[in-house]
């Protein structure tokens, strides 16, 4: 996970050994690292690994994989080989990240229940610590980031509710655009990073549902109505 945010971040500030980045790279991979790092680094649980095998998520998390891994940016993947190789590559993934989780729960609850049970340990504390351990098993899945992908999925999915590539396209290019212009505003025009950062980092549904929805008057929404009607 740490190795990943510093990629992320490498990738912004633009430091790729073999090429150049072009600025929708620089700024997608800011917005991964707000968007689905910082939150896991943060709330950080090997139990947040279950998420990854989410039976809820797990079809939304393979096709998002196999349309957007860098694997399949490949002319590899338009073989059989390379289809293979993604999915092979993404199960692997998902079997460990399972194993790791369902580890981790194991030993967490033998622990506590062993604590509960013995005369010894059996106070306040340990009580706090089961409760500790409730908590995590309740934001094993970051809810803010769930509402926010359902978000973008009803405004890029279409009826289907499923994106197609053209429209993981528009999506990816929105949230780079959305990161851009809040770096671009507050970093390098103002000189306020800080507040570039705090802002990325706290940017939730709402904001995103006050970005997306303009609200009219009631007379000018009248009159739009009038003309729809006529």
């Not at 399949?72 to 590559?89: D, H």
């Not at 610590?129 to 899945?141: H, K, P, R």
């Amino acid at each position: 996970l740490i190795a990943n945010a510093v990629n992320l971040l490498l990738q912004f500030a633009d430091k790729g050994w073999l090429k150049k980045r072009s600025e929708y790279s620089q700024f997608t991979a800011l917005d991964r690292f707000f968007r689905k790092v910082l939150p896991m680094i943060g709330t950080f649980s090997a139990l947040k690994m279950a998420a990854l095998v989410h039976p809820a998520f797990i079809y939304s998390q393979f096709i998002d994989f196999m349309g957007e891994a860098e694997l399949c940016s490949f002319a590899l993947s338009k073989s059989i080989v390379g289809i293979v190789m993604a999915i092979f590559w993404f199960f692997l993934t998902r079997g460990f990240c399972a194993a790791v989780a369902l580890m981790a729960f194991g030993v967490k609850l033998v622990v506590i229940g062993a604590k509960l049970c013995h005369s010894q340990y059996s106070g306040p504390l340990s009580w706090l610590e089961a409760f500790a351990l409730l908590n995590s098993c309740i934001g094993t899945v970051l809810i803010e980031q769930q509402l926010q992908d359902r978000l973008f999925l009803f405004l890029f999915g279409g009826s289907d509710a499923e994106y197609q590539d053209n429209e993981r396209s528009l999506r990816n290019v929105y949230q780079a655009r959305i990161t851009k212009q809040i770096w671009t505003e507050y970093a390098q025009n103002r000189g306020k990073k800080l507040e570039a950062i705090a802002l990325l980092a706290t940017l939730d549904h709402y904001d995103l549902q006050m970005l997306l929805i303009e609200e009219v008057g009631e007379e000018q929404g009248m009159r739009e109505l009038s003309s729809c009607e006529a």
